[in-house]
């Protein structure tokens, strides 16, 4: 199976220059393949995550503090477009910044009068409770709902990846008891794991992407 990252991660002490992406969804094994999914610092592109907040500088007229002193410490790597700094990777309060203006002058959050400009404010809001102590609220993003479901995607996925049939699948996703060939005919479950499937698939040749964005 062919595995895709996008082109900005950290896979050792030394943090990784942008690589040029080999297809639609960036660059092969840009991340540590090895690495458990918590433990990859994987930075997002802000056109692909509107969950990345944008410094820039601050207009001539506004005072400001460019420091956060209730953040904690970030990984940092450097890339054409600026600096990059992960919060917390691995936990649900991750946080990537992405610096634009200098170092140490006040910045102020750009945010794109497009689409994702409501997926960006939530992000704002979030750093900014994370910056003064308040209570974070969760990402609206990724619901249980949906993450539930794109663990079964997953799980139906690598079944079907090693040789297990639907029914097998579905046995091991719904804990099935036995049943006839003419019951599993007209299972709901067996028309579930044929979704599931239909959209792992989907999620495999780069729609995983979606899951960075709200529903809309």
């Not at 079944?159 to 599993?184: C, F, K, N, Q």
Request: glycine share 8%; net charge positive.
């Amino acid at each position: 199976m062919r595995r895709t990252m996008w082109p900005w991660c950290e896979t050792g002490p030394t943090p990784r220059a942008p690589l040029p992406c080999s297809s639609p969804g960036g660059c092969d094994f840009a991340a540590n393949p090895e690495l458990p999914a918590p433990k990859a610092r994987v930075f997002w592109q802000p056109c692909a995550d509107p969950a990345v907040v944008i410094l820039s500088l601050a207009p001539s007229g506004l005072t400001g503090n460019s420091s956060f002193p209730n953040l904690p410490q970030a990984h940092e790597t450097h890339a054409q477009d600026g600096t990059h700094l992960l919060l917390e990777p691995g936990t649900r309060h991750r946080l990537q910044l992405l610096s634009t203006g200098p170092e140490g002058a006040a910045h102020a959050v750009l945010i794109p009068l497009d689409a994702d400009g409501f997926a960006r404010l939530e992000a704002v809001y979030r750093l900014l409770a994370r910056a003064h102590g308040r209570t974070l609220p969760p990402d609206s993003r990724l619901t249980h709902q949906r993450l539930r479901r794109a663990q079964l995607m997953l799980r139906a996925h690598d079944g079907r990846e090693a040789g297990a049939t639907h029914r097998e699948i579905a046995g091991v996703l719904y804990r099935l008891p036995p049943m006839s060939r003419d019951e599993w005919q007209s299972a709901s479950q067996r028309y579930a794991v044929m979704a599931l499937l239909r959209d792992a698939r989907k999620m495999v040749e780069g729609g995983y992407r979606t899951l960075l964005r709200p529903r809309r």
